[in-house]
């Protein structure tokens, strides 16, 4: 348990003074707010409709700025844009550790591998619970200030609205995560990890929801992949799907209920994976 | 010797498939400043290594302090500087000495405490990965001594460091000796061999002697190091020719 605490703490020192950490978490906060606000207000400013928005009414693009609609706005970034940075996190803290040869004297000197192992998975939920209500806090000044500035009513989302699409962020994310720490301890490198990673989130799981529409048998895997179920369940909250022109990675394959459990399956396990790999393995 | 730290009987390891450690063995008394020389690719890695506990040995034993090399109880107690650096690159010298500290329970203090002792106080806030290679490998060793440990197993801690470093760093280790901490220290440098108190000759794998400098001196029969260490490895070639 001491071993445990004082990894956590050394952990979270060491993400906090790691300026990666800042500029992927100052890239994630942009992207939410770019793709959930500034491009649409400008489009809705400007009258012109962006591709996403062009099928929309004034009115109904105005709609979804505006504080009601921050749960599914902060929510629908994350299956795609926010989970490929948080799957790089993941793969470089695991794997920076290898890279810089650290984990081998944190092994010989430090806590059980265990308790090594379980305060960097502490800290980096601890960095995902931060990153999340960061998005939300943000999206929330983001809206009223639109709302005061378009003058419209200041309506608010009712709180388990709020509470659930907090939960299936910090869900959606906490996957990603545990994904990538699987792939930085399986490379044992941090570039190797997040090629490996970058390759699964962007190309694979896409080919096989692809290929699944064509070949049967591919669909039922299809259907259950970690971004499937991470898309599923940003589109069960109300995000507009990608193949209805809505974001990319936001999907309707499954309904909310399976897609969170799904989701919390895939956590475990992956966290499960990395960590039985960690302490098992010769690493030094 | 009866006040032993680390005591290694009979080892052998294989590295890939060759052997590099053939039935070596030797002892190492506390609270004293023992030297590791031979040259490169001699085994004095693999023998740190199997004495810190990550090395994969064939036969023989290892007991460091009571216990065989690598329980659990001696984590807290041995501080290993390895040949390449392992500090974190793009983290500060100072955070990277905290960073090391918290892991073993211990604060701010004596992060700064070990930064000072490797004498990288004016290079603190620099990124790790900015430093030359001699400050680089000071890092690492303040991440190594910060815990305070009983023993220091140090892997060519003066590789690179200018002369006057090199001289500090000695007297550090000495400051540590005569406070109780054990240090084996290995080089292939021959003339820091008179700074230690014990040295222990290693070529090819083999033990080729075990005493005081001034005793390995005076059974090669001669004053320079360099050349003891020559005529030691002539008279184990061909018995006899040398006394
Ligand atoms: N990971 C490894 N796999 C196979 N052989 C190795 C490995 N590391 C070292 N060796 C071999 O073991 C021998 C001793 O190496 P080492 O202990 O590193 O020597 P030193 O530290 O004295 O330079 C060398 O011949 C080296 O080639
Ligand atoms: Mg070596």
Redesign the interface.
């Given at each position: 348990m001491?071993g445990l605490l004082?990894?956590t703490?050394?952990e979270l020192?060491?993400l906090r003074?790691?300026?990666?950490l800042w500029v992927m978490g100052g890239v994630g906060l942009a992207l939410n707010i770019l793709f959930g606000y500034v491009f649409d207000y400008l489009s809705y400013r400007g009258g012109s409709g962006s591709e996403i928005t062009e099928s929309l009414a004034p009115e109904q693009v105005l709609s979804g700025l505006l504080p009601a609609h921050v749960p599914v706005t902060t929510v629908q970034g994350m299956p795609m844009f926010g989970g490929v940075i948080l799957l790089i996190l993941g793969a470089l803290t695991m794997g920076?550790g290898y890279g810089?040869?650290?984990w081998?004297?944190?092994?010989?000197?430090?806590?059980?591998r265990a308790a090594?192992y379980g305060g960097t998975l502490v800290a980096l939920f601890t960095v995902v619970i931060v990153l999340v209500t960061a998005a939300f806090l943000l999206n929330f000044s983001t809206a009223t200030l639109i709302a005061l500035a378009e003058s419209q009513p200041l309506a608010w989302p009712p709180a388990t609205g709020i509470v659930r699409a907090f939960g299936s962020a910090l869900l959606i994310y906490a996957m990603w995560t545990a994904a990538g720490a699987l792939a930085g301890t399986l490379a044992r490198s941090p570039a190797l990890a997040v090629g490996l990673s970058m390759l699964w989130a962007l190309a694979i799981e896409n080919l096989l929801r692809g290929v699944a529409n064509v070949l049967g048998p591919i669909e039922a895997l299809a259907n259950v992949l970690p971004g499937t179920a991470a898309g599923s369940l940003a589109g069960s909250l109300g995000a507009t799907a990608f193949s209805e022109d809505g974001t990319p990675g936001v999907l309707t394959t499954l309904s909310g209920g399976p897609a969170a459990l799904l989701l919390a399956a895939y956590t475990a396990a992956f966290a499960v994976a990395a960590g039985l790999l960690l302490i098992k393995r010769?690493t030094? | 010797m009866e006040n032993t730290a680390i005591e290694v009987r009979d080892l052998v390891v294989h590295r890939g498939k060759k052997p590099v450690l053939h039935g070596f063995s030797c002892a190492i008394p506390a609270g004293s400043v023992t030297g590791l020389l031979g040259p490169s690719g001699s085994g004095k890695t693999t023998l740190m290594?199997a004495i810190?506990?990550?090395q994969?040995v064939k036969s023989g034993t290892v007991t460091v302090l009571g216990k065989p090399a690598g329980d659990?109880q001696l984590?807290?107690e041995?501080?290993?500087l390895?040949q390449?650096?392992?500090?974190?690159?793009?983290?500060?010298v100072r955070?990277n000495a905290?960073?090391?500290a918290?892991?073993?329970?211990l604060s701010h203090k004596e992060a700064d405490a070990a930064i000072k002792d490797v004498g990288l106080e004016e290079a603190k806030n620099q990124l790790v990965g900015d430093l030359s290679g001699g400050q680089h490998s000071r890092a690492s060793l303040a991440?190594?001594i910060v815990?305070n440990?009983k023993i220091l197993v140090l892997d060519e801690p003066t590789v690179g460091q200018d002369p006057v470093l090199r001289d500090e760093l000695w007297k550090r280790f000495r400051g540590f000796a005569e406070a109780g901490t054990t240090l084996l220290v290995s080089s292939h440098v021959m003339d820091e061999a008179n700074r230690c108190d014990r040295l222990l000759l290693i070529r090819e794998g083999k033990l080729i002697a075990d005493d005081t400098p001034a005793a390995v001196k005076a059974s090669a029969g001669t004053d320079d190091l360099d050349q003891a260490f020559l005529n030691l490895i002539r008279a184990g070639e061909t018995p006899g020719e040398t006394s």
């Open positions: 001491t004082a990894s703490r050394a020192l060491r003074k790691w300026p990666a920076g810089w040869g650290t081998k004297t944190v092994f010989t000197q430090g806590p059980s090594a010769d030094v | 290594r810190v506990g990550v994969l659990k984590r807290h041995m501080g290993y390895t390449a650096p392992s500090v974190y690159g793009d983290l500060t955070e905290r960073y090391f918290a892991l073993y329970g991440c190594a815990s440990p």
